[in-house]
């Protein structure tokens, strides 16, 4: 009996997933499709099938990386609960991805280092942060108008908690030892809760 040929989907993540592994390895500059070819174990002509071009493979490997994330954070906002514990389960989601995805955090950098020359990929990335930062200042606002925070300025919370953050990640892979996740996932977080919490008395 025949094996049974992979799926159009399987296939595609096959080829995203030895994407993946190559620019981590090499950055998007030195990788070639043959590199892509080689460790995918396909056929140029089935890379091409489903990619064009590098950039359309780097292009759904930014979609990948930080899409699924902004998904779970949108279902997050969307339930009940007050603003804390929507905050809580918000960050617990991003150190989970950031863990995650430790050994291909070169690559976000990747992606970083590209939309300074790309217009476009630095399009998408704003628009993921952008998006990110208005889901999280519609909890702490939601906080601020059901009295479980102070009225402070949501956006400028929601900024200075993702910068937070985001900055640790880059700590954490420049020197992992500068970060203990276990300690920290939370730590950020309280400072700014302190600060917007209201005070019962």
């Known amino acids: 009996m025949s ?12 080829i995203l997933d030895a994407a993946e592994r190559i620019f981590s390895r090499k950055g998007f500059d030195k990788a070639r499709m043959d590199d892509i070819v080689q460790e995918a174990g396909l056929s140029k002509g089935s890379l091409y ?14 979609d990948r990386v930080f899409i699924s994330e902004v998904r779970e954070a949108e279902a997050l906002a969307e339930q009940p ?5 929507k905050l809580k ?14 050994k291909i955090l070169p690559l ?13 990929v630095r399009g998408v990335i704003v628009g993921y942060f952008r998006h990110y930062l208005d889901l999280m200042a519609q909890i702490i606002q939601e906080g601020i108008d059901d009295g479980e ?28 030892e500068l970060v203990d996740w276990d300690t920290m996932t939370n730590g950020p977080l309280n ?5 917007i919490k209201v005070v019962e008395v």
Do not use: C, T
């Not at 064009?52 to 930014?62: F, M, P, Q, V, W």
């Not at 976000?108 to 476009?120: C, G, M, N, Q, W």
């Not at 925070?149 to 700590?171: D, K, Q």
């Open 191 to 195: 400072l700014i809760l302190d600060g």
């Open 149 to 176: 925070f102070r009225p402070v300025e949501a956006n400028l919370a929601a900024s200075s908690l993702i910068s937070m953050y985001e900055g640790l990640a880059m700590l954490w892979f420049l020197e992992p």
């Open 3 to 14: 094996k049974q040929r992979p799926s159009h989907e399987k296939r595609r993540l096959q």
């Open 89 to 102: 389960a918000f960050i617990e989601i991003a150190v989970r991805e950031y863990r995650h995805f430790e």
């Open 49 to 62: 099938w489903y990619f064009k071009s590098k950039d359309e493979l780097i292009r759904a490997l930014l």
């Open 81 to 85: 609960g007050s603003s804390e514990d």
């Open 108 to 120: 976000s950098y990747e992606f970083v280092a590209l939309a300074a020359r790309s217009k476009a």
